[in-house]
T-cell receptor, first 117, second 113 residues
Framework: DAGVTQSPTHLIKTRGQQVTLRCSPK?????VSWYQQALGQGPQFIFQ???????QRGNFPDRFSGHQFPNYSSELNVNALLLGDSALYLC????????????????FGPGTRLTVL | AQSVTQLGSHVSVSEGALVLLRCNYS??????LFWYVQYPNQGLQLLLK??????LVKGINGFEAEFKKSETSFHLTKPSAHMSDAAEYFC???????????FGTGTRLQVFP
């Protein structure tokens, strides 16, 4: 049973560029959440996708956008990159289903390390 | 709004010693609480979670945590540290009405031989 996978593993971009990160959820999961983990910090929630729609969003600017595909995989897009966007981007999947109750376990991928120069 | 506070950004123990990592939560309703571990250059792995079924929660790798409502705490313990336990540990709480996770700032555990 494959877990959550993310690509690429590492990415180096320059300020002002755009980046796309990809995530495939754990088998059987239909919900994908994205988190940003700056160096030495805990992960911070960016947004969550379910049924191809953004279901909830954290305190991140519109430069951060996403998409979910019919096969439940997801992309995170960041436009106009800033130095402060350098971080580990984590994808987590869970099964929302009909309940969507708090406390559903989220399973994390290995992350994509983004460096903005 | 929910939040968690992890006391101590670094904890050092000798191999075989007790591990105690502290987490206090702020919540207006019974919370769902989690402990995750992150090894260097890796993602997060769930150690255990509290969902009100039992106050003492047993997790993987010999870790356990006790939910204490009176102290608003959910501290993580392991009776005997192993070198392989060296990692970053994060306490997290589910948001009030969703499964969004709110993380603490983490505690780095070092284990000395």
């Amino acid at each position: 049973d494959a877990g959550v996978t993310q690509s690429p593993t590492h990415l180096i971009k320059t300020r002002g560029q755009q980046v796309t990160l990809r995530c495939s959820p754990k088998s059987g999961h239909d919900t994908v959440s994205w988190y940003q983990q700056a160096l030495g910090q805990g992960p911070q929630f960016i947004f969550q996708y379910y049924e191809e729609e953004e279901r909830q969003r954290g305190n991140f600017p519109d430069r951060f956008s996403g998409h979910q595909f019919p096969n439940y995989s997801s992309e995170l897009n960041v436009n106009a990159l800033l130095l402060g966007d350098s971080a580990l981007y984590l994808c987590a999947s869970s099964s929302y289903g009909l309940a969507g109750v708090p406390g559903d376990t989220q399973y994390f991928g290995p992350g994509t390390r983004l460096t903005v120069l | 709004a929910q939040s968690v506070t992890q006391l101590g950004s670094h904890v050092s123990v000798s191999e075989g010693a007790l591990v105690l990592l502290r987490c206090n939560y702020s919540s207006s309703v019974p919370p769902y609480l989690f402990w995750y571990v992150q090894y260097p250059n890796q993602g997060l792995q769930l150690l255990l979670k509290y969902t009100s079924a039992a106050t003492l929660v047993k997790g993987i790798n010999g870790f356990e945590a006790e939910f204490k409502k009176s102290e608003t705490s959910f501290h993580l313990t392991k009776p005997s540290a192993h070198m392989s336990d060296a990692a970053e540990y994060f306490c997290a709480v589910s948001d009030d009405n969703t499964d969004k996770l709110i993380f603490g700032t983490g505690t780095r555990l070092q284990v000395f031989p």
